[in-house]
Nanobody
């Protein structure tokens, strides 16, 4: 069973930065596709960024140029560097691991962008 533990959320002013981390248990991290998703109150959960085992990345249009996803296979950890944060980035951010057809989710970490 894979467990994902997110950290790094918090309150930040508009224009600020945060780095989220997601530590994964299990032996298959290096071959998994990892992703970050977010869910704002009253809205559906949407993809923010994903990174494949080969390091290919893709981003939601709303975060391109501001967010960067990366992974460290030696530490079984995926990161989301978030710069130039906006109030509309406020949401619970979830880590996601996809192994073939099996998907795992973390418990989420709150990010609030407000002055």
């Amino acid at each position: 069973q894979v467990q994902l533990v997110e950290s790094g959320g918090g309150l930040v002013e508009p224009g600020g930065s945060l780095r989220l981390s997601c530590a994964a248990s299990g032996s298959f991290f290096s071959i998994a596709t990892m992703g970050w998703y977010r869910q704002a109150p009253g809205k559906q959960r949407d993809v923010v960024a994903r990174i494949t085992s080969a390091g290919s990345t893709n981003y939601a249009d709303s975060v391109k140029g501001r967010f960067t996803i990366s992974r460290d296979n030696a530490k079984n950890t995926v990161y989301l560097q978030m710069n130039s944060l906006k109030p509309e980035d406020t949401a619970v951010y979830y880590c996601n691991e996809q192994l073939v057809t099996t998907i795992y989710w973390g418990q989420g970490t709150q990010v609030t962008v407000s002055s």
